[in-house]
């Protein structure tokens, strides 16, 4: 008969916990691979700033609404902030 581990929530024998170890290892691995990839998206920033003197926050959104191919929408949402700020704030000034 199999170990199992018991607690009030948990009900796993030696097979179940090594391949709950396994997913979380390799879950570990690819949160490591993102992290890694995170910084070579800022060094791309970075080099795309010091090329064309964007903002690095321009160029990130930049970079989002083209991985979500969302450009209508963003460019909607941008133009209901306009709209309400200027409705709300004197910009005339």
Known sequence: ?????????????????KKVRDALEEAAGLMQIIKDKRGQIKDIIDY????SGITKKTLRQTATVRHKNNYLEAAAAASELELVYETLYDTNV
């Open 1 to 17: 008969m199999t170990e199992v581990i018991d607690s009030e929530f948990l009900h796993l024998n030696e097979d179940q916990r």
């Open 48 to 51: 795309a700033h010091d090329e």
